[in-house]
C-alpha cells in the first residue's frame, strides 16, 4: 500500500512539472512573438519616418532641369509655411530655352537670333498636401509671369538690323506630385496650363526705335511640363 502510494505521488510530480514546463515554453513563445512584432513595428517606423521627418522647412530652392528643353531654365524660391503652402517668386532666363528660340526664330532661320536679354519673373503660389507622414505630396498650385523679349534680324533687307521686341503676360494653373525626401533633397513632378496675354508687339530698325510698327495682339495657351530638384534650406 505503501509502495502504491509512493508511485501515486511520483506520477502526480512528474505530471505537475510537465503541465508546467508547457506553459513555460508556451509563454516563451507568446513573448519571442511579442517582440519580433514590436522590433517589426520599429524597424517599419525607422524605416518610412515620421511626420517630423518630411515637415516642409521655411525655404526651399528649386531648379526646372527640363527648362533648357522649353521655354528656359528656372530657378524660384519658395517659403512654407503651415506644412502645405508655397509660395515665393521665380525667374525664367528664356535664351537658353531651346523650344523658346526655335518659336521666336521661327524654327532658327537664318539672320534671326534670341537676344540674351530675353527673360521672365513671376510668383506662385502651391499648396502641397501631405498624406501619411506628407513624404509623398499632391500639389496644384496658381501663378502669374511677365515676360519680355527681343528678336534680332541682321543685315535685314541688306541694311542694318531688325529688332522684333515683345512682352506677354502669362496666367498659369499647375498640377503635380513632390516626393520629400528626410534630409534636405525634394522632387516635383508638374503639368500645366498657360494663357499668354501679349501686351507690346513692335518691330524697328536699329538706330531709329521712334519709328516703329505695331503689330496685332494676341493670346495663347501654353502647355508646360516642369522636373524640378528642390533643396530645402535649414533643415
Known amino acids: 500500500m505503501r509502495k502504491c502510494f509512493t508511485i501515486l505521488l511520483m506520477l502526480l510530480f512528474i505530471s505537475i512539472n510537465n503541465y508546467a514546463s508547457e506553459r513555460n515554453e508556451k509563454l516563451d513563445e ?41 521655354f528656359g531654365p528656372l530657378v524660384s524660391l519658395d517659403i512654407q509655411f503651415a506644412n502645405c503652402i508655397a509660395i515665393g517668386p521665380y525667374v525664367r532666363w528664356h535664351y537658353a530655352g531651346l523650344l523658346y528660340q526655335a518659336v521666336v526664330t521661327d524654327w532658327f532661320t537664318e539672320n534671326s537670333a534670341v537676344s540674351l536679354g530675353s ?90 526705335e521712334d519709328m516703329f510698327d505695331s503689330y496685332q495682339l494676341e493670346t495663347r495657351f501654353l502647355p508646360m511640363i516642369t522636373l524640378q530638384l528642390g533643396w530645402q534650406l535649414g533643415k
Do not use: C
Not at 518610412?48 to 530652392?61: A, I, V
Not at 496644384?140 to 515683345?166: C, H, M, P, T, W
Not at 502669362?170 to 494663357?195: E, K, M, P, Q
Open 30 to 70: 507568446s513573448l519571442l512573438v511579442s517582440n519580433q512584432y514590436s522590433t517589426l513595428s520599429d524597424f517599419n517606423k525607422t524605416m518610412s519616418g515620421s511626420e517630423e521627418d518630411y515637415k516642409l522647412s521655411l525655404l526651399n530652392l528649386q531648379v526646372d532641369v527640363l527648362g533648357p528643353v522649353f
Open 119 to 208: 527673360f521672365s519673373y513671376g510668383a506662385q503660389i502651391k499648396f502641397i498636401i501631405p498624406t501619411g507622414t506628407g513624404q509623398h505630396r499632391p500639389f496644384i498650385g496658381v501663378g502669374a509671369e511677365k515676360s519680355q523679349g527681343k528678336e534680332i534680324i541682321s543685315e535685314y533687307l541688306g541694311g542694318g538690323d531688325r529688332i522684333n521686341e515683345f512682352e506677354q503676360n502669362i496666367f498659369h494653373f499647375d498640377l503635380g506630385y513632390r516626393y520629400t525626401s528626410s534630409s534636405a533633397f525634394n522632387l516635383s513632378v508638374g503639368l500645366g496650363i498657360g494663357i499668354s496675354q501679349d501686351t507690346k508687339q513692335i518691330a524697328y530698325n536699329e538706330g531709329f
